[in-house]
């Protein structure tokens, strides 16, 4: 998985309401970057 398909699928996952460790095992991202992406990307728009 590229690097920008595993962005667009944690920040889907984070709209689902998935866990980091779901998140974490599908796209192979670190918790610091998915949390980074739900704060930058997420919750920014809410």
Do not use: P, V, W
């Amino acid at each position: 998985m590229d690097i920008h398909s595993a962005y667009n699928r944690a920040k889907e996952m984070l709209i689902d309401g998935a866990t980091y460790d779901e998140i974490k095992s599908c796209t192979g991202l670190r918790e610091k970057e998915i949390k980074r992406i739900r704060r930058n990307e997420i919750d920014s728009h809410f």
